[in-house]
């Protein structure tokens, strides 16, 4: 854990029972009844995170996945990976330090690792623009994805953005259409892609590394396409109703798995992955290591038809009170079963289009 005081409001009776094992625990070498009550407190404490960490509000949530604590990137460049080799430069503008890329190993396997970073320091921030990529940084990820197709290596992306920068100069420069770029070179990238969604997840700055054969989150991670305060400014007119506005997103990991839009969720080391970096390490590394081995040997034209298939079935909603839906033979409801078909979601969304427009 690295060492600021930053502490989450809803974490103070954590940091208040902390504080009293920390002085209980110089008495525990001789006094006996300093030790059982060490033990008492040390599963109250246990306890206590599982109570709080369990049932976390979807703007505690965001808080969380905000803690300046929590390992980034680089952190998990490395304590997952070896031999870390970082490419810099887009070749045509410059180099964009808020999106890292080069070659590593996990283990035996070769792979191309693309994240976003923030920095740590102040220093470090200001260099990174706090993670808010430019379009340099995007076209520097698509040349290392190419670099990766070329070599048949997998590809990995770490999501960690509040969103892509939006000032005049990266508009200037063409910031919404690389992002698309991005997002369509992944979609056809003929090696696997991984995608893990590390702390914020935010627009299209997140969409930009986010397509691919898996797409998982930690478990106090957030993805989606708008920030609470940039929602609640919007519909509210003021950031004050950010709480409103992060529980109607439905952007925490279990929502979005209940959805569909995440394949797994990656649980963290109790109490957040900011208060253990080397357990939250193991645990990604133990889920690459997993997605790599079932991915690699799949064969390249099923990998993009179903990565295809995968982004087409998103997005595709019926309503289940709706009347007269017609049925099969066994009873079962035909427009449910062409939205649980691969590629068949698109096709019944089609259907139900002309049929109200005709």
């Not at 283990?107 to 320091?121: A, L």
């Not at 997005?315 to 839906?325: M, T, Y």
């Not at 009873?331 to 698109?346: F, I």
Request: aromatic share 6%; net charge positive.
């Amino acid at each position: 854990m690295a060492g600021t005081e930053y502490r989450l409001s809803f974490e103070r009776p954590i940091y208040e029972l902390e504080a009293r094992l920390q002085k209980l625990d110089t008495l525990a070498n001789e006094n006996p009844e300093a030790r059982n009550e060490l033990r008492r407190l040390r599963r109250e404490l246990t306890d206590l995170k599982k109570r709080i960490y369990g049932n976390l509000k979807p703007w505690e949530t965001v808080e969380v996945a905000r803690h300046p604590d929590r390992p980034m990137t680089t952190d998990y460049l490395e304590l997952v990976f070896d031999e870390f080799v970082e490419l810099h430069g887009d070749r045509c503008f410059g180099d964009d330090r808020a999106i890292r890329a080069g070659w590593a190993k996990l283990d035996t396997y070769r792979v191309m690792v693309i994240g976003h970073q923030k920095g740590r320091t102040v220093k470090e921030r200001q260099a990174c623009n706090f993670g808010f990529a430019h379009p340099e940084g995007y076209r520097k990820a698509i040349a290392r994805m190419r670099l990766a197709a070329k070599f048949h290596l997998p590809l990995i992306c770490l999501i960690d953005t509040g969103g892509a920068y939006p000032g005049i100069g990266a508009e200037e420069r063409g910031q919404a259409q690389v992002i698309a770029s991005s997002m369509f070179e992944m979609s056809r990238l003929p090696t696997p892609v991984i995608c893990v969604v590390i702390g914020e997840g935010g627009s299209g700055g997140a969409l930009g590394l986010g397509v691919g054969d898996r797409v998982s989150m930690l478990e106090h991670a957030y993805y989606s396409v708008i920030s609470p305060e940039g929602c609640a400014g919007i519909l509210w007119k003021s950031g004050t109703f950010k709480e409103q506005a992060a529980a109607a997103l439905k952007m925490t990991s279990k929502d979005l798995l209940k959805l569909g839009l995440i394949d797994e969720v990656i649980r963290e080391p109790l109490g957040g992955a900011h208060r253990d970096h080397h357990r939250m390490a193991s645990k990604l590394k133990l889920h690459l290591r997993s997605n790599l081995r079932e991915l690699v040997g799949t064969p390249i034209d099923q990998l993009l038809q179903r990565r295809y298939e995968k982004f087409r079935r998103m997005g595709v909603f019926l309503d289940a009170a709706e009347a007269g839906k017609p049925q099969n033979g066994d009873g079962r409801d035909t427009t449910a079963l062409a939205a649980s078909t691969p590629g068949a979601a698109s096709r019944a969304a089609g259907k139900q289009t002309d049929s109200l427009l005709s």
